[in-house]
């Protein structure tokens, strides 16, 4: 019943929307501003930039890069889907005008954020994921979310991205090989 969950969504947007709009609104620019600065790149909110655009960039990456990742569609309508959420805090990196990597919060009315992130294949290897965490925890810990995510053992780097960005704490380990962490404030 995909109706139901696209409702679930738009309440849980409005919802979050009236609980954490403004310390978002106020915090967002400050923390993207710092991590551009340590990264060199530009940071976006995922609204602000054309769903075709972050589409190809998906399409731009190798199979075996969803192998682990798969939070959500790729194509262009499930983007501007995902844009229209106030609750879905995504954020899309540039070079230039080279979208090189992606993260995101799926974030809850009450309380929770589940991180997400990729980095475009030619950029991988470069603290980039590590970063993305950073941020990431600094925009959702600034709000006051408590943060999850579910990670492989398998995807090496992920984990380990997790784990350089900040402790983690093994919430249940589930029998793919899927860990189930809790991202804790240092
Ligand atoms: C996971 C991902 C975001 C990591 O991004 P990244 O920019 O390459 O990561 P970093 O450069 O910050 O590296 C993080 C750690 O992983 C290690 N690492 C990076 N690539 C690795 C690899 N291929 N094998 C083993 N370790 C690796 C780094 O040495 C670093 O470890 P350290 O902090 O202990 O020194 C990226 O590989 C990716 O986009 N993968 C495909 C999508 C995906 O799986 N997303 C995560 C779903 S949960």
């Known amino acids: 019943m ?13 919802l979050f929307n009236i609980r954490y709009g403004k310390p978002l609104l106020t915090i967002t620019n400050t ?20 769903a075709e655009k972050i589409s190809s960039f998906f399409i731009a990456q190798p199979e075996n890069s969803y ?16 844009q229209r959420l106030n609750s879905f805090l995504g954020y899309v990196f540039f070079e230039g005008e080279e979208v090189v990597a992606y ?11 589940f991180r997400g ?8 290897g470069y603290g980039l994921g590590t970063l993305m965490n950073r941020m990431m ?5 600034g709000i006051g979310l408590r943060l999850y995510e579910t990670v492989s053992r ?3 780097a992920s984990y380990r991205s997790a784990t350089s960005a900040s402790n983690v704490k093994v919430l249940k380990e589930m029998d793919n090989d899927d860990l189930y962490l809790e991202i804790l404030k240092d």
């Open 103 to 113: 993260c995101f919060i799926r974030a809850f009315f009450h309380g929770k954020g």
């Open 154 to 156: 398998r995807n090496v």
């Open 67 to 82: 192998d682990f990742f798969k939070p959500h569609g790729f194509d262009v309508k499930s983007i501007k889907r995902l």
């Open 2 to 14: 995909p109706w139901l969950w696209n409702l679930v969504d738009i309440m849980n947007s409005l």
């Open 137 to 141: 925890n600094d925009v959702g810990f």
């Open 31 to 50: 923390i993207t501003k710092i991590y551009e600065k340590k990264s060199g790149l530009k940071i976006v909110p995922m609204r602000d930039v054309p």
């Open 117 to 124: 992130r990729m980095v475009g294949v030619n950029h991988r």
